[in-house]
C-alpha cells in the first residue's frame, strides 16, 4: 500500500511539473510562480482531503507537534531547520521529495542530490538527533499528557473555531492561487499549476485511504541513516540488536517508479541543462545542498510535502513556521 500512494503522489508530483530544478529556484527568486500555483493549489485540496478522511474516519491525522532544540524559543527547531532547507532548496533546486521525480526523470543533478540526502540521513541519525534535546522531565501524568498532546493550530492561535480557521485557510490559499494566477498566467507547461496542485492534494486522499499517513518523505532519509549505522554496529562492533524500520522507504520506491512510469507514458523527461535558461546544478553543490535538504528537514520535524502540504492543512502553527523559514531561507 504505501508503494502505491508513494506512485500516485510521485505521478502527481510529475504532472505537476513542480520538480524541476529550474521551477523550484526561480520560484525561489520569484521569477516564476509555477511551483505557488500549485503550492497553494495542494495546499488547499489537501485539506479538503484530510477533512474528507477524518469525516469518513478512514484516518485520524494530527496537527504537527513543534519542533523544539530547547535553546531559544518553542519553534526554534522548526526555524532553524526550515531555513536550513530552503538553503538546500536553493542549492539543489529540489526537496526530498521533488529529487525523486527528478531522478525518474533523469535530470544529471538528482541522483548526486539523492546522495547527499542519503548522506544526510546518515549524518542526522548519528548527531542530529542529540540536537532535538528532550524536554524537562514532566512532574506529573497530567503534565506527561499535556506535553504529549501539544499541538498548536491556527485556530487556538487566533481563538476561532476550528471550521472557521479552516474556511480561512481555504480563502487564503484559493485567493493566492488566483491572484498569481492572474498577474503570472501560466506558459509552456503540460498542466496549468493550480490543477497540479489539485493533482497533489488527490495523492493526499489516496495516502490517507491506503496507509492512514499524511504524505511526507524526510523521514525516508533518516530511517536509511538509522539502517546505516544498525548495520556498521551489528557488522564491524559485534553489537547485534533489532533491525531499525525502513517503513517509509517503500513510499520512496514508490514515487520513483510512479513518476517514471507517467514519464514513460506520456514521454516527460527531464533537462540535461541545455535548453536556454535553464538551471544546471554541478555535482558539489548538488551533494552539498542534498545534506542540508535532509538535515534541515529532519531538524523542523517536515519536509516541503510533510510541513507545506499536510502539516498547513492540519492548521499546525509548527508547520506555519518551518514553511515561512524554508521560503526565507531559499531566497
Request: aromatic residues 8%; proline residues 4%.
Amino acid at each position: 500500500r504505501s508503494i502505491l500512494s508513494g506512485a500516485l503522489f510521485g505521478a502527481a508530483l510529475t504532472a505537476a511539473g513542480v520538480y524541476s530544478p529550474t521551477v523550484i529556484i526561480k520560484q525561489m527568486h520569484f521569477h516564476d510562480f509555477h511551483m505557488m500555483k500549485a503550492f497553494f493549489s495542494a495546499a488547499a485540496s489537501s485539506a479538503l482531503a484530510i477533512l474528507l478522511a477524518n469525516k469518513l474516519q478512514l484516518s485520524a491525522a494530527k496537527p504537527r507537534i513543534p519542533n523544539s532544540l530547547h535553546r531559544l524559543a518553542k519553534y526554534d527547531g522548526n526555524l532553524l531547520g526550515g531555513a536550513v532547507l530552503g538553503v538546500g532548496m536553493a542549492l539543489t533546486g529540489a526537496c526530498p521529495g521533488t529529487v525523486l521525480p527528478q531522478l525518474a526523470t533523469g535530470i544529471p543533478s538528482a541522483s548526486y542530490v539523492l546522495l547527499g540526502g542519503i548522506l544526510g540521513g546518515i549524518l542526522y541519525s548519528r548527531y542530529g538527533k542529540a540536537l532535538i534535546a528532550p524536554a524537562a522531565a514532566p512532574k506529573n501524568k497530567v503534565d506527561v499528557d499535556v506535553k504529549e498532546e501539544e499541538r498548536p493550530t491556527i485556530d487556538q492561535v487566533l481563538h476561532i473555531s476550528p471550521d472557521a480557521a479552516f474556511v480561512l485557510y481555504e480563502t487564503v490559499c484559493l485567493g493566492i492561487v488566483a491572484v498569481v494566477s492572474y498577474l503570472s498566467p501560466n506558459e509552456n507547461v503540460l498542466i496549468p499549476g493550480a490543477v497540479g496542485g489539485l493533482l497533489i492534494g488527490a495523492s493526499q486522499y489516496t495516502s490517507l485511504l491506503l496507509t492512514e499517513n499524511t504524505l511526507g518523505v524526510s523521514t525516508a532519509y533518516e530511517q536509511l541513516g538509522d539502517l546505516f549505522w544498525w548495520v556498521k554496529d551489528s557488522v564491524v562492533k559485534g553489537n547485534w540488536t533489532s533491525a531499525p524500520s525502513i517503513r517509509s522507504t517503500a513510499f520512496v520506491l514508490g514515487s520513483v517508479i510512479g513518476s517514471w512510469g507517467l514519464g514513460r507514458v506520456f514521454g516527460i523527461r527531464g533537462g540535461n541543462g541545455s535548453a536556454e535558461g535553464e538551471v544546471v546544478i554541478g555535482a558539489v553543490r548538488a551533494v552539498v545542498g542534498g545534506v542540508l535538504l535532509t538535515f534541515g528537514s529532519r531538524i523542523a520535524g517536515g519536509c516541503t510535502s510533510g510541513h507545506g502540504i499536510s502539516g498547513m492543512s492540519l492548521l499546525s502553527v509548527a508547520s506555519f513556521v518551518s514553511v515561512g523559514a524554508m521560503f526565507a531561507g531559499g531566497m
